[in-house]
């Protein structure tokens, strides 16, 4: 019987067209056989770019030296590949090569190009395959409010994820990591009359260029998008959090784990939203703790290009956190894109280590607000962003952790703000501010938000 070598290949990426990844050498291997699987099974077979006519799994005879192996699944309007590259001898022996499909983009072209518009309730919504929701282009039209209107209402979303890796590495998410996540086939869509359900899942995988770096990486992530036709305003994500650094199909594109994966201290998960209501400079943060709700609005309630009847009146965008893991605590917090004081951060770099401070609520931008549940509170009005997260947890290989969070949106109560005026977002724990008065249709929201998926667990406004 011919001898069977299972090697543990690099597989490259294949990213959606105009988005690929290079791919990189990953042999030598022997064999004259090779031996090509796939999960889910069901790909097309290519070598060195020409099509076999086979699909996994199956065996393709006759390869000597070096090949590249493409599988390649269409559907969804997208392509989940890999490729591997691997040298064939001339002994009579089999090759395996066996991986997970998935899907990346490397830049806002590629995202542009694989979005899709859902609408559910009163709310028009962007998402990809690669696991992106509220995203279209990074530049506008990720929450479109009402959804019969063209007013946008943020520029992207992205899950949270924060956590201290093998004791001795920070590592976390940043609002614009788009390209750390890997779709898995397929998303599966319902839409009835009265319920919207998308559900997806993507793996944090850091890029080719930061597979060496000790940064975020093999954690699957289950995305539910829910909306009920009876919740205006309302779309809530339940979202599932699994470390999978242990896992052979996640090593397979990752090998830089080690064979029993990682562990994940300090942990802190949810949700970042970069909410921009028409234009975004303009825009101001706050809080209600007591629903564990960061939101947005414009500093002044004038938006131009809002049609609708809202220019005068644009409408408040939130984020609200709820049914989280027990014992966790829920940090809502937020800051600004520009200034020395308050800015993004990136995975694979050195700011990576901030967003671990912002999520944790250890160490937000100042000024910091003086409850240890509530961030940053920027001075003057610009480019917001806002996140909820919960923690600190543990995830060892294999285990998983859950939260809800919703996205609410909401008018403005008439009478508390002046178009063309200023309405500062005063303290966030003060209940005779003016903001608080004027975002009392978010609050009610963000109560009604529970209902969505059936769950009971969570706070109700006082």
Request: aromatic letters at 8%; proline letters at 7%.
């Amino acid at each position: 019987m011919a001898p069977t070598r299972v090697c543990r290949f690099l597989l490259a990426v294949l990213a959606a067209a105009s988005c690929r990844e290079p791919d990189g050498p990953v042999g030598p291997a022997g064999g004259s056989k090779a031996y090509v699987n796939s999960d889910p099974a069901g790909g097309r077979i290519s070598v060195d770019g020409e099509s076999t006519g086979r699909i996994t799994p199956d065996t393709i005879r006759g390869l000597i030296g070096r090949h590249d192996i493409t599988v390649q699944l269409d559907t969804f309007d997208t392509s989940y590949g890999f490729t591997a590259r691997v040298f064939l001898g001339e002994t009579d022996s089999v090759t395996v090569i066996d991986g997970p499909l998935v899907m990346r983009c490397g830049d806002a072209v590629c995202w542009a190009s694989q979005f899709r518009h859902y609408s559910a309730n009163r709310v028009r919504f962007a998402s990809n395959p690669v696991g992106s929701l509220f995203l279209e282009s990074g530049r506008s039209d990720g929450v479109i409010w009402p959804s019969l209107t063209n007013n946008s209402y943020a520029s992207g979303g992205i899950v949270g994820f924060a956590g201290i890796m093998d004791g001795t590495d920070t590592v976390a998410l940043g609002m614009y990591d788009h390209h750390y996540l890997a779709g898995r086939p397929v998303p599966a869509i319902e839409q009835a009359t009265d319920r919207f359900d998308l559900e997806q899942t993507t793996w944090i995988l850091p890029p080719a260029s930061a597979l060496q770096r000790r940064t975020a990486r093999g954690i699957a992530i289950r995305e539910h998008a829910i909306a009920l036709s009876a919740v205006d305003d309302v779309v809530v994500l339940r979202l599932v959090f699994r470390n999978i650094t242990n896992e052979r199909l996640y090593a397979a594109l990752d090998p830089t784990v080690p064979a029993g994966g990682v562990v994940f201290d300090k942990v802190w998960i949810g949700y970042l939203l970069d909410p921009d209501v028409g234009d975004p400079i303009d825009d101001q943060l706050s809080y209600e703790p007591d629903l564990n709700l960061a939101f947005a609005y414009d500093s002044n309630f004038d938006e131009t290009n809002f049609g609708g009847g809202f220019n005068r009146a644009p409408g408040l965008i939130g984020l609200r956190m709820f049914d989280v893991p027990a014992g966790a605590t829920v940090i809502v917090n937020g800051w600004t894109s520009q200034g020395t004081g308050s800015q993004d951060w990136s995975a694979g770099q050195v700011s990576e280590t901030i967003g671990w401070g912002m999520l944790s609520g250890i160490r937000p931008f100042g000024p910091d607000h003086p409850s240890p549940r509530i961030g940053h509170l920027p001075p003057a009005a610009g480019d917001v962003r806002i996140s909820v997260s919960a923690g600190p947890l543990r995830l060892a290989p294999g285990d998983s952790v859950a939260v809800s969070i919703a996205v609410l949106l909401a008018e403005p109560v008439p009478g508390g703000f002046s178009p063309g005026t200023v309405l500062d977002p005063g303290d966030p724990l003060d209940r005779t501010r003016a903001l608080y008065t004027v975002a009392a249709n978010l609050f009610d929201r963000a109560v009604a938000a529970i209902g969505v998926t059936g769950t009971t667990a969570g706070l109700t406004r006082k």
